[in-house]
C-alpha cells in the first residue's frame, strides 16, 4: 500500500482500479476482450448493408465456435448456467461490432432466452439446442407497430381451436403487425411471438409463442409476411423488418407455457392468478435485455473518453506563454468537457456491476424473490436511461473534442454514437422506463403510510415539504451558510460524503412528496360513487405531475450511482487510488448537485452563496485530476485491437515531435525566418533606444 503527503502528487494503482472496474466477472470479460480483438469480428467502416448482414450472420458462427454465448443455457444442454458472466461477457462485445452484438443478443438474449425463461422442459429440449448452435435463428416479436412499449395492449391474437387443438395466430389490423424486429427481414427460421391468448371467448392477456416463419431455404411460411425496414440511422448489420400473420395456425404446445397454460379442451390454468401479476411476472424474466445496454452503453462511453483523453494529451493548438502550442487537455474548457464525463462513466460502471449482481442473484435462484425481482426490474429501468443517455452525449462531446479527427469513421466516435442511438428507445424507451421507476417511488412512499388514513398521509407530505431540510440533518447547513462568508469555509459542508447524499437523498425525497400529494388532491371533493369521473380527474393529474414524476425517478437512479461509487470505495485499498478515486466521486455528486443547482436554490436546500462555492470547488477538482485522467482511462484496460482508433496510437505524439525537432533543428542551423512581428518588434525598440540616445 502507497502512502501519500498532503504535498505529494498521488498515482492510482491502474491494476488494482481495473480490477475493480472489471468486477466480480472479471475473467468472462477478458475472455470477452479477447474474443472482441479477432479482426474478423470488427466493423468495417462503410461497408454496404447486404454485407454487412452477411458478415454479422457469419460473426455469430464465430461465437458459437468460441463458446462465447451458451454460458447463460441450463448445463445439461450444453450450457454454464452463468447469468452475470453471460451478460458481463455480452457487455464487451460492443468493442467489436455493435451489430453483430445486438444480432446476437436477438438470437440468444431474447429469441433463445424466450424459450428459456418462459418455456418447459419441453421446449427447452425441442429447440434450444438448435438456437444455441444458430442452427435455428429467430426473432422476438413483441413491438407492434401501434404499440411500442405499450405490450399489454398489443393487437395481435392467439385464438384458441379446440376442434384441431391449435392456435391460431394473426394480426387483425396494420397496427398490429410486428416491428423494428432483427433477424425478421431475411435470416430468421422462427419467432417468438407475443399475442392476446383468447381461449373459451376469454382473452387472458399476453402470452408467447413459439412460431416458424421460414423454410431453412429462407421462402416465408403460409400466412406470414414480412418486410425489410431497410437502411437505419445505425446496426445496418441487422436485418430488422416487420412480420404480420394471417390465420396461422400452429399446436397447442408451441405456447411457452410456463406461467400460463391451455388444455386439450381450451381450459386456461396459471399459477398466478392476477392477470396484472401475471403479465409482468412474464415480462420481468426478459430483463437482461436492459440489463446488457446499461454496460453495454458504459463500455462505449470508456472507449471513448480514453481515445479523446490520449488525443487531448497530445494534440497542441494555439501558442501558450512558453512559446509552444499549449496540449488541448491543459485547457479548462477541455477539461471540463472531458473529465466530470470521466467521473460519471466510473458512477456507471459501479452502478452496472450492482445492477448485474442483483440479475445473478435472480436468475442464478440464490436470490429469487419477488422483493429482489422487483428491485431488479426497479434498477434496469432506472440505470439504463441514464446511461445510454449519457453515451450519447460523451461520444458526440468527445467527437467534438477531437475536432476533424473525431468526424473520420476510423475514428469510431460517429459510428459508435449511430449504432447506440436506438439504445435509448430499444429495451424500453428511457422516459417510459423512468416512469416505472417513479411509480415504484410513489408506492414506496405510500408504503410507509399504509394503515393511516388520507389526512395523514397528505400531513406527512406537507410536513416534509415544509421542514424537509432538518429531518435529512441539513437545517444547520442551511442555516449557517450565511455565516460561513468565505467560498474556501462554505465549500467544507458538502465535501463531506454524508452531506452529498443528504443533498441527492432530500432532492429525490422531496419531489416524490410533491407528486404524492399532488395526486392525493386529485379527485377531491368528487363522490366515490362516480368511479369514472374520479378516474378521470386522477389521470388527468398523473399526466399534469408526469414530467416531475420522472426528474424524480432521473433523480432517485443519481443518487443510486453515487452510492454504488461510494461502495466500490471501500475496496480500495491503495491509499492513491482511494484519494484520486474520492476526488472522482465528489467530482461526480457535486456535478449532480451543480447541475441542479436551481432546484436547490428554489427549495431553499443551498444559498447561492454555497452554489458559488460547489461550483469553484468543482473547477478545483478537474484541475486535479487532470493530470490522474491518462492512467484513468488506463484502468478501463481496452487495448489498441478494442479502440481501433488512430488518434489513440500515439500518433499524435510522434507527429508533434516530429514537427517540434523540426522547428529545433532549423532554429539551430540558423534558417528558421524571423516572424515579421518579431522584425517590427526589433526595430520599434531600435527607434525607442535612438531616441533615448537623442
Given at each position: 500500500?502507497s502512502t ?6 498521488p498515482?492510482i ?16 470479460r477478458l475472455?470477452?476482450?479477447?474474443l472482441?480483438?479477432?479482426?474478423r469480428l470488427h ?21 458459437v465456435?468460441?463458446g ?6 441450463p448445463?445439461?444442454?450444453g450450457?454454464a ?16 461490432d ?5 444480432k ?11 424459450i428459456?425463461h ?13 438456437v ?16 411500442g412499449?405499450?405490450v399489454?395492449?398489443?393487437g395481435?391474437?392467439?385464438?384458441y381451436?379446440?376442434a ?19 433477424n ?12 392476446q391468448l383468447i381461449?373459451?371467448g ?6 408467447a409463442?413459439?412460431v ?10 403460409p400466412?406470414?409476411?414480412s418486410?425489410d425496414?431497410?437502411v ?17 395456425r ?7 407455457n ?11 390454468s ?15 424474466t ?7 445496454l ?7 462511453m ?5 481515445i ?7 494534440r ?7 512559446g509552444?502550442?499549449t496540449?488541448?487537455?491543459?485547457y ?5 468537457r ?6 460519471q ?11 448485474l449482481?442483483v440479475?445473478?442473484?435472480v436468475f442464478?435462484g440464490a436470490?429469487?424473490?419477488?422483493e ?13 436511461p ?5 453515451a ?6 468527445t ?11 476510423k ?11 436506438i439504445y435509448?428507445t430499444?429495451?424500453g424507451?428511457?422516459?417510459?422506463l423512468?416512469?416505472?421507476v ?15 388514513d ?8 406537507a ?7 432538518s429531518?435529512?440533518g ?6 449557517s ?13 458538502v ?5 452529498q ?13 410533491e ?12 363522490p366515490?360513487e362516480?368511479?369514472?369521473a374520479?378516474?378521470?380527474a ?9 414530467h416531475?414524476?420522472?426528474?424524480a ?10 452510492e454504488?461509487?461510494?461502495?466500490a470505495l471501500?475496496?480500495i ?5 482511494k484519494?484520486v ?5 465528489d467530482?461526480?455528486g457535486?456535478?449532480?448537485?451543480e ?5 436547490y436554490l428554489?427549495?431553499?436546500?443551498m ?22 485522467s ?7 484496460g ?7 482508433a488512430e488518434?489513440?496510437t500515439?500518433?499524435?505524439a ?7 525537432a ?13 516572424h ?19
Amino acid at each position: 500500500m502507497s502512502t501519500t503527503s498532503p504535498q505529494s502528487t498521488p498515482r492510482i494503482n491502474v491494476t488494482q482500479v481495473g480490477d475493480a472496474l472489471l468486477g466480480r466477472w472479471k475473467a468472462e470479460r477478458l475472455e470477452s476482450r479477447a474474443l472482441a480483438s479477432d479482426p474478423r469480428l470488427h466493423t468495417i467502416p462503410g461497408q454496404p448493408m447486404a454485407e454487412h448482414r452477411e458478415r454479422a450472420l457469419s460473426q455469430l458462427g464465430i461465437l458459437v465456435e468460441n463458446g462465447a454465448i451458451q454460458r447463460a443455457f441450463p448445463s445439461d444442454l450444453g450450457g454454464a448456467d452463468n447469468h452475470g458472466g453471460n451478460i458481463a461477457a455480452f457487455q464487451e462485445l460492443v468493442l467489436a461490432d455493435p451489430s453483430m452484438q445486438i444480432k446476437g443478443g436477438v438470437q440468444w438474449g431474447l429469441f433463445g432466452a424466450a424459450i428459456l425463461h418462459l418455456g418447459t422442459r419441453a421446449h427447452h429440449e425441442a429447440w434450444l439446442p438448435d438456437v444455441i448452435s444458430l442452427k435455428l435463428p429467430g426473432a422476438f416479436a413483441m413491438t407492434e407497430i401501434g404499440h411500442g412499449s405499450d405490450v399489454a395492449s398489443i393487437g395481435t391474437t392467439a385464438t384458441y381451436d379446440e376442434a384441431t387443438e391449435e392456435f391460431e395466430i394473426h394480426t387483425p389490423f396494420a397496427g398490429a403487425w410486428k416491428e423494428f424486429l432483427g433477424n425478421a427481414a431475411l435470416h430468421g427460421q422462427a419467432a417468438v411471438v407475443f399475442a392476446q391468448l383468447i381461449t373459451k371467448g376469454v382473452n387472458h392477456g399476453v402470452h408467447a409463442f413459439f412460431v416458424p416463419i421460414r423454410t431453412p431455404a429462407g421462402d416465408m411460411l403460409p400466412g406470414i409476411g414480412s418486410e425489410d425496414d431497410g437502411v437505419k440511422g445505425g446496426l445496418n448489420g441487422i436485418d430488422n423488418g416487420r412480420l404480420h400473420f394471417t390465420h396461422v395456425r400452429i399446436p397447442r404446445t408451441n405456447l411457452l407455457n410456463r406461467y400460463g397454460d391451455v388444455a386439450a379442451d381450451g381450459s386456461y390454468s396459471s399459477s398466478i392468478d392476477s392477470p396484472g401479476r401475471r403479465f409482468f411476472t412474464m415480462i420481468g424474466t426478459l430483463v437482461q435485455g436492459r440489463v446488457s445496454l446499461d454496460g453495454s452503453a458504459v463500455r462505449a462511453m470508456q472507449a471513448a473518453l480514453t481515445i479523446a483523453i490520449t488525443y487531448g494529451s497530445q494534440r497542441r493548438q494555439f501558442p501558450g506563454a512558453s512559446g509552444r502550442e499549449t496540449v488541448l487537455l491543459d485547457y479548462g474548457q477541455h477539461q471540463r468537457r472531458l473529465i466530470p464525463r470521466l467521473a460519471q462513466s466510473y458512477a456507471m460502471a459501479f452502478a452496472d456491476e450492482k445492477l448485474l449482481t442483483v440479475f445473478d442473484e435472480v436468475f442464478s435462484g440464490a436470490r429469487d424473490t419477488a422483493e429482489n425481482r422487483e428491485d431488479l426490474e426497479t434498477l434496469a429501468a432506472a440505470f439504463k436511461p441514464l446511461s445510454t443517455w449519457a453515451a450519447l452525449d460523451t461520444l458526440q462531446e468527445t467527437r467534438e473534442a477531437c475536432g476533424g479527427a473525431g468526424f473520420i469513421a476510423k475514428n469510431r466516435f460517429t459510428s459508435l454514437r449511430a449504432d447506440l442511438d436506438i439504445y435509448v428507445t430499444f429495451e424500453g424507451d428511457n422516459n417510459v422506463l423512468l416512469q416505472l421507476v417513479g411509480k415504484r417511488l410513489l408506492k414506496d412512499y405510500a408504503a410507509q403510510f399504509a394503515g393511516g388514513d388520507k389526512a395523514a398521509l397528505a400531513k406527512a407530505a406537507a410536513t416534509q415539504l415544509g421542514d424537509k431540510v432538518s429531518r435529512f440533518g441539513l437545517r444547520q447547513m442551511g442555516q449557517s451558510i450565511a455565516d460561513l462568508g468565505q467560498v474556501s469555509r462554505s465549500v467544507e459542508s458538502v465535501r463531506a460524503p454524508e452531506a452529498q447524499r443528504a443533498l441527492l437523498a432530500d432532492r429525490v425525497e422531496t419531489m416524490v412528496a410533491e407528486v404524492a400529494l399532488a395526486l392525493r388532491e386529485a379527485g377531491k371533493g368528487i363522490p366515490r360513487e362516480q368511479k369514472q369521473a374520479r378516474a378521470i380527474a386522477q389521470e388527468a393529474a398523473f399526466n399534469a405531475q408526469q414530467h416531475k414524476l420522472i426528474a424524480a425517478a432521473r433523480a432517485h437512479a443519481e443518487l443510486l450511482q453515487w452510492e454504488a461509487f461510494t461502495e466500490a470505495l471501500e475496496g480500495i485499498t491503495d491509499a492513491d487510488s482511494k484519494r484520486v478515486l474520492t476526488w472522482l466521486r465528489d467530482l461526480f455528486g457535486l456535478g449532480l448537485i451543480e447541475e441542479h443547482a436551481a432546484w436547490y436554490l428554489i427549495a431553499g436546500r443551498m444559498s447561492a452563496h454555497r452554489a458559488e462555492a460547489v461550483t469553484a470547488y468543482i473547477d478545483r477538482l478537474i484541475g486535479r485530476l487532470r493530470d490522474q485522467s491518462l492512467d484513468l482511462v488506463a484502468a478501463f484496460g481496452l487495448t489498441p485491437e478494442l479502440l481501433r482508433a488512430e488518434i489513440a496510437t500515439g500518433i499524435e505524439a510522434e507527429r508533434q515531435a516530429e514537427a517540434q525537432a523540426y522547428v529545433e533543428g532549423e532554429r539551430a542551423a540558423g534558417r528558421w525566418p524571423i516572424h515579421e512581428k518579431e522584425l517590427r518588434s526589433k526595430a520599434k525598440a531600435a527607434r525607442k533606444a535612438e531616441t533615448a540616445v537623442g
